[in-house]
Each structure stands twice: as C-alpha cells, then as structure tokens.
C-alpha cells in the first residue's frame, strides 16, 4: 500500500483549487510562492496525475483534479474535526467563546448554537452579527473566535466547512417593469442599476459579477458592503437599486414591497461561498468543539449546502 500524501500538500491544492491562483493561495497560508508549487508537485508525483493545467495567464484544475477536489475538501474537513475532538476531549474548560456571522447566515448560526449547547454544555456561544469587515475586524483584534464569512477569507486564518449559495436570481421593486419578467439578464438589471459593494475584493462573487456586466450602464453603488442581503432590501424597495439575490434569500424573505426575478444568460454560475473561519491561534477546546459542530451540522441537508 502506497501513503496517504501529506495533508499539508492536500490543503495546498485545495486553496489553489479554490484561488485558481499559486500567489493568493501562498499569501492565505502565509507560505512562499515557490513552497506552494513544490507542494503541489509533490502532491502530483506521489498520485502520478497531474492536477492544474498552468499557462503564463491562467491556472486551471485538470479533469482529474476537478474529481479529486471535494475529495481532497472532505478529507480536510474529517482531519479538522479529528483534532477538533480531541481537543474537545483533552481539556474542556467551559469557557465562553464568540461567533461571528453574517445576517443571511443567521439560521445555520441559530442551528450551531442549539447544537453546541447540546453536545458541549460547558462551552458557552456568544453570537454576534457582523459583515466581512467587520468579522475580520473582530477576529484581528481577537475579540471574536470565530466567524461565518464569504469569500475571499483573510490571509493567514484556517477556515472550514465550506457551503456555497449560487446567485439565482435579482431583487426588484414590486412596481418595476421587471417584476413581471419570466427572467432577467444581467445587461437588463445594470441599464435599471444593480447593487455592488464598494471596492469588491478580488476572488469575491461581487469581483466575478462586476466583471461580467456591459462596459457601458450605471452601476449603483451603496455605502456599505452589501454583507446583510436581507437588510439591502430597504434600497430596492426604495428603488435605490436592483440587488443579485443569492437562493438561501429568495427561499427564506417574503416581502410585499419586493420581487425575486429569476436570472439567466451571463449570471450562470455566480455563488457566494462562506465558510466557517477562525484564528489558528485561538484554536482552544472549545473553538474547536465549535469546528466540530458546525461540520456536523453541514453534512446533514441544508439548503445552502
């Protein structure tokens, strides 16, 4: 029997994986841009396939490496929730701890917290609301543990549990034209004025969209960052904007004053990717138990998975 490759060399392909990218995978775990790519083809001799199809422009994953990834996710997950109880195991101390999440997410950390009170009654979740920046606001001043964020994660934080809502459709005033539409294309929504965050970092499904509208067309832009979906609601209905609504917002709102257009065409494929993030170095017992249980929670359906 040949070894198991090395999870270190697993969790440098899957963040490529996930980045199509050597450098931003190398600045998220905090690594050279050449230990990446050592790791990786590494990782490609001891399983004799290749897994990126690498240009001077482009990385890509290889069919092989498109069907050996959610492998490669899973096994990550299994090794966290491994060290997770253990660490539960060896020392709960019954501490409180923090999570921060998003509004959209607000049910899933509702589940998380009934769950954990049940599997670890020492460990007391403190839930907190909080967008991107504010999330990693809180976990760089150490005043969260954890935090359910979307895509791009800050570097140099270890993240699991991933579950990704792909953008179905958009948010319209239920006096607009379009909200009578059988659905909409994304030229259609920008000549009306879509809703984008501010300065939307690259690798978000905010950065893929912008990238995907006409060259020409207003764009609205608000003042916030578009973190608390159900809340960005107000601005269409004021009639501010159209909003991209992920399906966890279309199945979960019910608003008199709004319409959910389905979207067609160029949007394909556009998802909000979150996951459960943490500080390595906050990783106690109980952040743990807390990995442990959200994994837990995710395996079994759920309507954003």
Known sequence: MHPSPPLRDVGCFALVARHLSFSRAAAELGMSQPAVSQAIARLERALGLRLFERTSREVQLS????????????????????????????????????????PLVGTLAARVARRLARRSPGVDLELRTGGWSAATADLARGTTCAAFMAMPFPPGLASTARFRMPVTHVAVPAGSPLATAAAVGLDQVARDGLLLPRGAPPGSMWAELASRLPASGPV?????????????????????????APSLLVQTVRRPDIRFVPLRGRAEGLRLTYALVWRQESASAEVMALVQTVQEILRAPWPAR
């Open 63 to 102: 069919d092989a490496g498109k069907v050996l990834l959610p492998h490669a996710e899973d096994l990550l997950d299994r090794a966290t929730a491994f060290a997770a109880e253990a660490a539960r195991l060896a020392a709960p101390s019954g501490r409180a701890i923090r999570l921060t999440y998003c």
């Open 220 to 244: 609205r832009v608000p003042a916030d960052d578009l973190d608390d979906l159900p809340a960005a609601l107000d601005l269409v209905a004021a009639g501010r904007g159209i909003l991209p």
